[in-house]
């Protein structure tokens, strides 16, 4: 299946250990992209990859770091985890061919963060 | 200021019924994108439809269709013939040109859709 596939579903861990969320995109996209949806249900942008380059970085801790070792996976690593961590974090991706922005970006199913 | 704007928290709307959600937006650049996606108790985020600034039509997908009204900024979702699936939380979102090759969306706080039997 092409798709935006993203693991672990389920991540629960203890305040300061250091996780890693893995992402990999078979759609052949430029762009990848990390969300955090907090409690509240609000989705923000955390990061975004295009063509290995890290292009935007929003007010992140620098505990968190996006990895990318190819143009189709894009990892999301943590360290000293924090009870404020707990989230559910969204991989994306999309491909813009026209320079409009038009396309839509591709979600995973997400990973649910408990941090204990 | 917010860029996306979903006042309605929550909806209800009776089986085959049509319903509309509510979306304003605020952008000074001329070219932007909206997007509505459709978050389901399962989790994962959907794409439903797409409006672009300079489409002179509304769109439509189906049974989706964007009320675009480009002078009041806003981008209402019509869905036609509510079904039960149709519960869920659903989010509009706009990619702005200013954005650069970032091409992130910024997301509304979401309205929680429930189709009632």
């Known amino acids: 299946d092409t798709a935006v596939s993203q693991t672990p579903k389920y991540l629960v861990t203890q305040m300061g250990n250091d996780k890693s969320i893995k992402c990999e995109q078979n759609?052949?996209?430029?762009?990848m992209y990390w969300y955090k949806q907090d409690s509240k249900k609000f989705l923000k942008i955390m990061f975004s990859?295009?063509?290995?380059?890290?292009?935007i970085n929003e007010t992140v801790p620098n505990r968190f770091s996006p990895k990318s070792p190819d143009k189709a996976h894009l990892n999301l690593h943590i360290n000293s985890l924090e009870l404020g961590d707990s989230a559910v974090y969204f991989c994306?991706?999309?491909?813009?061919?026209?320079?409009?922005?038009?396309?839509?970006?591709?979600f995973g199913d997400g990973t649910r963060l408990s941090i204990l | 200021a917010q860029k996306i704007t979903q006042t309605q928290p929550g909806m209800f709307v009776q089986e085959k019924e049509a319903v509309t959600l509510d979306c304003t937006y605020d952008?000074?650049?001329?070219?932007?994108?909206l997007f509505w996606y459709k978050q389901p108790s399962s989790g994962e985020m959907i794409f439903l439809i797409y409006?672009?600034?300079?489409?002179?039509q509304n769109a439509t997908e189906g049974r989706y269709s964007l009320n675009f009204q480009k002078a009041r900024k806003s981008a209402n979702l019509v869905i036609s013939a509510s079904q039960l699936g149709d519960s869920a939380m659903y989010f509009c979102?706009?990619?702005?040109?200013?954005?650069?090759?970032?091409?992130?969306?910024?997301f509304g706080s979401g309205t929680q859709l429930t189709v009632l039997p």
């Open positions: 990859y295009n063509n290995k380059e890290l292009i």
């Open positions: 994306a991706s999309s491909q813009d061919h026209s320079g409009h922005g038009n396309q839509p970006q591709h």
């Open positions: 979102a706009m990619r702005e040109s200013s954005s650069g090759s970032a091409r992130q969306l910024t």
């Open positions: 759609l052949g996209h430029d762009t």
């Open positions: 409006q672009g600034s300079y489409d002179q």
């Open positions: 952008t000074s650049d001329p070219s932007y994108g």
